[in-house]
C-alpha cells in the first residue's frame, strides 16, 4: 500500500496564502501523476491541480493565476501554493498519486491523502 500524508492546512484570511505538502511513502515502482482535488460542504469534490512525473501542470480555471503545484521526485511530494485566497476556496484539500506498484505492473492505481482543511475567512 502507498500512503500519502498531508499538511499545510489552516485558518487564514482572505488574500492570505497557504502552502500544502504531501509525501507518499509505501511499495511502488512509480508515480505518475500527482495532485489535489478538494471538497467543499455540500459540493462534489472538484479537481484543483495536477502534475505529472515530466513536470507538466493543469489547474482548475478557478485557481488559475493563483495557485501553483510543484512536486519533487525525489521526495515522492507535492505541493500547492495558494496564493491571494478566497472564501470560496475553503474545503478539505485532498492530494492523490497515481502509481505503479511494481516494476511488472500494467495497473495504475491511485491512492488518496486524508486530508487538510483549508478555512479562508472574509
Known amino acids: 500500500q502507498v500512503q500519502l500524508v498531508e499538511s499545510g492546512g489552516d485558518l487564514v484570511q482572505a488574500g492570505g496564502s497557504l502552502r500544502l505538502s504531501c509525501a507518499a511513502s509505501g511499495k511502488m515502482f512509480r508515480i505518475n501523476n500527482m495532485g489535489w482535488y478538494r471538497e467543499a460542504p455540500g459540493k462534489q469534490r472538484e479537481l484543483v491541480a495536477s502534475?505529472?512525473?515530466?513536470?507538466?501542470?493543469n489547474y482548475a480555471d478557478s485557481v488559475q493565476g493563483r495557485f501553483t503545484i510543484s512536486r519533487d521526485n525525489a521526495k515522492n511530494a507535492v505541493y500547492l501554493q495558494m496564493n491571494s485566497l478566497k472564501p470560496e476556496d475553503t474545503a478539505v484539500y485532498y492530494c492523490?498519486?497515481?502509481?505503479?506498484?511494481?516494476?511488472?505492473?500494467?495497473?495504475?492505481?491511485?491512492?488518496w491523502g486524508q486530508g487538510t482543511q483549508v478555512t479562508v475567512s472574509s
Open positions: 492523490y498519486a497515481d502509481f505503479l506498484r511494481d516494476i511488472y505492473s500494467t495497473y495504475v492505481r491511485r491512492s
Open positions: 502534475i505529472t512525473s515530466g513536470g507538466s501542470m
